[in-house]
């Protein structure tokens, strides 16, 4: 592991390399777009559940929308009906492969487990709203 669990930097950072050797990997997109929709299917467990606070909740179905849009623009670039640039095809992994990572800055089995994937996510979600907008356009 090259960060220090507990730091958002270090681990984004990571994660950010990491996504970088995907760019244009068919393979790997496919398995991380499998894992996305399986983390996604867990989200989905979780919001359902009675545990929990509203707040906690509402937090979820904010990361729960953003993942899902990113994940079928993810698609949508693996099956050839969408292009991006390639540092915002990066941002758009990174924020996947941090989502699905069981280990990361907060542990996902740690109390506060989603805080940080939901911070990531939605920080990348709006570094990529262009692409976001030209994306539901195309649908």
């Known amino acids: 592991m090259e960060f220090v669990p507990g730091d958002f930097k270090s681990a984004y950072t990571y994660f950010h390399r990491q996504a970088l050797a995907l760019v244009g990997d068919h393979k790997a997109q496919e398995d991380l777009l499998i894992r996305g929709e399986v983390g ?25 929308f953003q993942l899902k849009q990113l994940l079928e623009m993810l ?10 640039k390639e540092e915002q095809e990066q941002l758009l992994l990174t924020a996947v492969l941090y989502f699905t ?6 542990p996902d089995e740690n109390v506060l487990g989603l805080f940080d994937d939901a911070q990531i996510v ?17 649908e």
């Open 40 to 64: 996604l299917a867990h989200l989905t467990k979780d919001i359902a559940s009675e545990e929990g606070s509203d707040i906690e909740r509402e937090a979820e179905l904010v990361l729960y």
């Open 75 to 84: 698609r949508s670039l693996y099956q050839k009906r969408f292009s991006m």
């Open 101 to 106: 990572s069981p280990v990361d800055a907060l």
């Open 122 to 138: 939605e920080s990348i979600y709006e570094e990529l709203t262009a692409d976001v907008d030209r994306f539901q356009h195309l």
